[in-house]
């Protein structure tokens, strides 16, 4: 099959689908589709009429009720609530090296002049800390889980 042939074979293929596609003549609900905008042919006009009823809300918020049977605020049964949070002893302690090396950090960037022994002991805590921390990430992920975020 030559180029012209090919050529002429998607015009005719084009035209025919933009002819299933075309509703100058039809009607929505709503939509002045009636005419079209002038100076391009074919193009719908899609400016909405306007009515002065006011329109049926179909969709946004609904006020629901509850039914006769459901129970109250009073009647609802009580969850206990939760216990108070407790960091695991390995978390404490990374989280207090992590302190103590921006505590030491802090003052020797102020200016005070510590023995050698601070900044070994501020950079012992820090990899410390740091150590400690990560040994509490999961190791392991459930089969099930997917890319998405663990919470």
């Keep these: 099959m030559s180029d012209a042939e090919e050529q002429a074979r998607i015009d005719a293929a084009f035209a025919d689908l933009v002819s299933r596609f075309d509703d100058s003549e039809a009607t929505d609900a709503g939509l002045g589709r009636t005419s079209t905008v002038p100076g391009t042919p074919g193009v719908p006009n899609l400016t909405r009429e306007v009515s002065e009823e006011p329109a049926e809300q179909t969709r946004g918020w609904r006020q629901h009720t509850l039914p006769e049977d459901d129970p109250t605020e009073d009647e609802a049964p009580q ?28 003052l020797i960037m102020v200016g005070l002049r510590l023995p050698s022994w601070a900044g070994w002991l ?3 805590s820090l990899l410390g800390g740091v150590a400690a921390l990560l040994s509490r990430l999961p190791r392991t992920r459930d089969p099930e889980d997917g890319d998405g975020a663990r919470l």
Excluded at 96 to 105: I, K, N, Q, R
């Design 122 to 124: 501020g950079l012992g």
């Design 79 to 106: 969850i206990p609530a939760l216990p108070p949070y407790r960091p695991s002893p390995i978390a404490a302690l990374g989280l207090g090296l992590l302190l103590l090396a921006a505590v030491l950090g802090g």
